[in-house]
């Protein structure tokens, strides 16, 4: 898998195509190009349908590479410098095939969204596994709909997810405390 320019890392490795956990560690590249390892081995739970191809249509935790470019949460920014939103009751994640915003953050009064807000999530109403959240930028810049949507490194309830990657909030909190724009951070999910 190719990393491109990023010195900051976080590997996902489930056991099977159909493994819904998996191993995560976070690595930083060092100025001999060699990496070292900055936190974990941590479990990560993973989408209910394993890992794969991203969908609308599946509950696959991508396979590949992804960069992270931002984060948002219910709870106030934990010391990351990725740009990060606190999210309220009018803060949506598109996942309306039909909508030029799909696979963005919208934000709008429930009656005024200009997409289907079923075909979505209200990221404040969804939760305390949104109390902390890293997006991973699958299927944007330009989105395909049905190319999948909303993907994010979250807050673990303990179960297997709709296709994102979850894990404990403490061991987030410092990933994101950690991750630098400079680090041009992404996310690797593989098997084996």
């Not at 209910?48 to 969908?55: I, R, W």
């Not at 953050?105 to 289907?116: K, S």
Request: hydrophobic share 35%.
């Amino acid at each position: 898998m190719s990393v491109g320019n990023a010195t900051q890392i976080i590997t996902v490795r489930a056991s099977s195509q159909y493994s819904t956990t998996g191993t995560l560690i976070a690595w930083q590249k060092q100025s001999n190009g060699t990496w070292t390892k900055r936190f974990g081995p941590v479990t990560a739970h993973l989408g209910s349908d394993g890992v794969g191809t991203p969908s609308e249509y599946n509950s696959h935790t991508p396979r590949g590479t992804f960069t992270i470019s931002q984060a948002f949460g219910r709870q106030s920014d934990p010391g990351t410098s990725l740009p990060h939103t606190q999210v309220n009751g009018d803060d949506r994640w598109v996942s309306d095939v039909n909508s030029p915003a799909y696979n963005t953050l919208q934000v709008c009064a429930l009656q005024n969204c200009p997409f289907d807000t079923a075909a979505g999530e209200n990221l404040y109403d969804a939760g305390s596994v949104y109390n902390y959240a890293l997006v991973m930028d699958v299927n944007r810049w330009p989105a395909t709909p049905g190319g999948g949507s909303a993907y994010f490194l979250h807050v673990t309830d303990g179960t297997a997810t709709a296709g994102c990657v979850s894990m404990d909030a403490g061991a987030l909190v410092s990933i994101m405390q950690w991750l630098t724009p400079a680090g041009h951070p992404r996310i690797a999910v593989n098997i084996g």
